[in-house]
């Protein structure tokens, strides 16, 4: 198994310092999430979840555009750690504005998160994504510069720890890899904050 995990573009939100409110992508964001469109084109891809965040869903829908049959899943277990407690995200006629047979999952607002209860959640959606597809699937999970360094931390399965971040520039994409040598399951990183696509 293959799990992408891939920051969104630039936003409004990362040019004036406030990255955890809804806040759309900027033109170089959007030039950017086009640009990652692009690196995915050629990729085998089964499945993309996205955070229910605007700049995520647009973000996934470049990926899309490239993979019209393969099915996007907008999942609130994705937004931003710091979203506000009760929000999450824009109506259902929005999202699929942008990606019209994106399947909803039901809202659930995070609550007040600390950095662990956070860390937890992280573990939860790899976890989820491990049960829910095949050994041999290659999955896209499109999210956030803070959830994203949870995120990989509970792909690689480290333990938690405190004030730790991976960086994650926009549209940077990181790959862990699930094999299976000799019987024995591995985890493999391989690549971490990729942005080599908009060079």
């Known amino acids: 198994m293959f799990i992408y995990i891939v920051r ?22 959007e030039n950017q999430a086009d640009l990652l469109g692009a690196r995915f084109k050629n990729e085998k891809i089964d499945k993309i979840y996205t955070s229910p965040l605007i700049r995520a869903v647009k973000t996934a829908g470049a990926i899309k555009n490239h993979h019209k049959d393969v099915p996007v899943i907008i999942d609130c277990s994705l937004l931003e750690k710091g979203t506000d407690p009760e929000y999450t995200g824009l109506p259902d006629t929005d999202l699929l504005k942008v990606i019209p ?28 994504i491990k049960s829910e597809n095949d050994f041999g699937s290659t999955i896209v999970l499109v999210a956030h510069g803070t959830f994203n360094s949870y995120l990989v931390l509970a792909a690689l399965d480290f333990p938690f720890k405190e004030n730790f971040n991976f960086s994650h520039l926009n549209t940077g994409v990181t790959l862990v890899n699930y094999l299976k040598e000799d019987g024995v399951i591995k985890t493999k990183l391989k690549f971490l904050n990729d942005t080599s696509h908009l060079l």
């Open 8 to 29: 969104h573009g630039e936003t409004y939100g990362n040019l004036n310092g406030d990255g955890f409110t809804e806040t759309d992508l900027t033109p170089n964001g």
């Open 101 to 128: 047979d994106a399947t909803i999952l039901p809202r659930k607002a995070l609550g007040f998160e600390n950095d662990e209860i956070a860390y937890n959640r992280a573990k939860s959606v790899i976890n989820k």
